[in-house]
């Protein structure tokens, strides 16, 4: 058996869009992550950048369940000792609406040079308003 690459010349990449509202944090995170690194594609190869490109819009009214607003905490630490901050959930969203879901994604990507080069072709956006429109994305469902 011969291992088959994808060719990236002949790699077609789409543009997808998804409205976030009223959607759950991880339904949609894993939907993105799943599209960014070309999961859905017949040629999917792990070791390539194949994937296509999302834009999620109204990421300010992405919902999540149960308690997570005022439980799930969020840290970060700025390397020096005592250095640990700790967020909640809503602290996070009220600071920057956008964070907990570009976090979601990128907790969702492998841990390399190659998933940080696939968390930059999910495009989040808080308002409805995004300024990809010459690319023509197309709708995607969840």
Known sequence: MKTVFAKLASVERKWYVIDAQGKVLGKVAAKVASVVRGKNKA???P???IGDFVVVINAD???VT?????QKMYHHHSGYPGGLKSFTYEKLAARHPTK???NAIKG???KCPLGRKLALNAKIYAGAEHPHSAQNPTPLEM
């Open 43 to 45: 040629i999917f190869t």
């Open 47 to 49: 070791n390539q950048e």
């Open 61 to 63: 009214k992405i919902v």
């Open 66 to 70: 149960g308690r997570k607003r005022e």
């Open 100 to 102: 907990p879901l570009e």
């Open 108 to 110: 969702m990507l492998p």
